[in-house]
Each structure stands twice: as C-alpha cells, then as structure tokens.
C-alpha cells in the first residue's frame, strides 16, 4: 500500500473543498495511505512583500518534511512544472510507491512556492497553464490522485 502525504499551506474554510478532498482521500483509502497535512499561512495584505511571504511559508514546509518526510520522494506542484497526463501521474505514482519511499506532493499558498522548496523537490509538476486558488489545486491534486491509483488497479473510473 503507497503512502502519501499532501502538504498545503493554509487551513481549507470552505465545507465544499473540505468535503470533496475527503471524499477522494476516502476513495483512495483501499489502495494508499493519505493524509492532508496543513501548515499556517502567512498573513499578507495590500503592501506584502512576496518574496518575504514565499520564504516563511516555504520555511514551514521544509521544516515539516525535514522533520516528518526524510526519504520521501516530495513532488512540489508550481505552475511552471511538468504537465503529464492522469496515466503518466499513474506511472510515475506506481514508480515512486513500489520503492518503498512515501510520495510528498506539496502545494503553496496563494503566492506559490519559494524558491528554496523547488529546489528541494524531486519532481515538478503542474495541473495545468490555468491558474487555480491553492485549495481548489489540492481537490484537484486528491482527484488526480485517486485516478492515478484507479488506473493501476485496472478500475473503471478513469475510463
């Protein structure tokens, strides 16, 4: 059975988003381990400074996989990344779990990932060239998740 991690900055408020990551964490539960861990955000307003807010947020999230994740295969989703197909996601998910290693997907918050948490990556990848609020990539990214996992048990929900 994989074990996999989804990391996110900031606390899902919304019961929609809430609801529907569950339900596909849930879906997953007979072919992976999932858990959705959520670090704080940090707070920003009219006259933020990004790069100083991707740096503490980015400093959480390498604290965490320091801390929690040593060995892990961690996938940082960022909007320049690789996009793949949901069979290729399957391939690569099938890949990294049969090693043995935990999968780490890390999504940032509103303002992305900084720059030193890319460089920790083993993996880039990309949902899409749209861009989505941070919560609504984690529903997407559990979604696709689940998919991945359907298509390696040969399950007819991807088809």
Known sequence: MFKLTVVAIGREKDNNFQALGKEYAKRSGPYA??????????????????????????????????????????????????????EKLAELTGDWGRSGREIVFVIGGALGLSPEVLVAADSQLSLSKMTFTHFMARVFLLEQIYRALTILQGKKYHY
């Open 33 to 86: 381990k999932i858990r959705v861990v959520e670090l704080p955000e940090e707070p920003f307003g009219k006259n933020y400074d990004a790069v100083k807010v991707k740096k503490v947020e980015g400093g959480r999230i390498l604290d965490y996989l320091t801390n929690n994740a040593r060995g892990a295969f961690v996938v940082a989703l960022e909007r320049t990344g690789q996009e793949i197909s949901s």
